[in-house]
């Protein structure tokens, strides 16, 4: 790991915290734990709004893969060839959405991810 | 049209992904029931393996921006089953419209933060 002096364990703590968490909220909200970590980054590490997304995005891919390999391959749930079509358009827009969070304010993303979460907590509340 | 409704609504949130760091699972499930006439739980189940493929490729982009820290990654992702199980604990104990409404009112408190912060922040 990088060389961080400051407070190694409550930083490794911290970290199993928001992995914590975002497994939780995950399991109960069907939301990703994406809405968890980045913010969580941003506030308990620092990190700039990119550096929270790219590495959000990272724990994502583990967090999928263990759920579904924990659901037992889903239970035959996957619509395999649905998945992997739809997964084309999805996959230009994340390769565009890098693309242009690269090119604009840091604190124009965390405005963004701001209207998000009140798009979910809209939607939470009117379920 | 449903098809192409459905393939708008990935590319939106493919896009969210990567610009939020989000896995743009919100989008499709949507999609895949309302659209492609899955039920809820091949939606999810579905949306997971896309979810997958989606930060994959955002992190692989990112990764080439510099933007990610891949130690701090795993420590979240591997303990994340732990906060599964968590969550079932709480599920059991806690009425869903009570768990619904305070996971909304959580999201408003993190949203004010980040916008308090981005506007005083210089960056």
Redesign the interface.
């Known amino acids: 790991m990088a060389p961080d002096p400051a407070l190694p364990s409550h930083r490794m703590l911290r970290l199993a915290a928001i992995g914590t968490l975002a497994g939780a909220f995950s399991g109960l909200f069907g939301v990703g734990g994406g809405t968890i970590i980045v913010p969580l980054l941003i506030f308990w590490f620092g990190y700039g709004e990119r550096l929270a997304t790219g590495t959000s995005l990272a724990a994502i891919v583990l967090i999928g893969l263990l759920g579904a390999l924990a659901q037992g391959g889903l239970y035959g749930n996957v619509h395999l060839g649905t998945a992997l079509w739809l997964s084309i358009p999805a996959v230009f827009g994340v390769i565009a959405g890098t693309a242009i969070q690269q090119r604009i304010p840091q604190r124009a993303v965390s405005l963004l991810f701001a209207a998000l979460l009140v798009a979910i907590a809209i939607e939470l509340v009117l379920r | 049209m449903n098809e192409l409704l459905?393939?708008?609504i990935?590319?939106?949130?493919?896009?969210?992904?990567?610009?939020?760091?989000?896995?743009?699972?919100?989008l499709?499930?949507p999609?895949?029931t309302i659209f492609?006439g899955?039920t809820q739980?091949?939606g999810?189940?579905?949306?997971?393996?896309?979810?997958?493929?989606?930060?994959?490729?955002?992190?692989i982009?990112?990764?080439g921006?510099g933007?990610?820290?891949?130690?701090?990654?795993?420590?979240?992702?591997?303990?994340?089953?732990?906060?599964?199980?968590?969550?079932?604990v709480?599920?059991n104990e806690v009425s869903e419209r009570v768990?619904?409404?305070s996971?909304?009112?959580l999201?408003?408190f993190?949203?004010?933060?980040?916008?308090r912060?981005?506007?005083s922040?210089p960056?």
Do not use: K
């Open positions: 459905a393939i708008l990935a590319l939106a949130g493919g896009l969210a992904g990567g610009l939020v760091g989000v896995g743009g699972g919100v499709f499930v999609a895949l492609l899955l739980v091949e999810e189940s579905t949306s997971l393996l896309m979810i997958v493929i989606v930060a994959l490729v955002g992190t982009r990112q990764r921006y933007n990610v820290r891949l130690p701090d990654a795993a420590v979240i992702g591997l303990l994340s089953p732990l906060g599964v199980l968590v969550g079932v709480v599920a768990l619904e409404l996971f909304a009112a999201a408003l993190i949203a004010f933060g980040l916008v912060r981005a506007l922040a960056t």
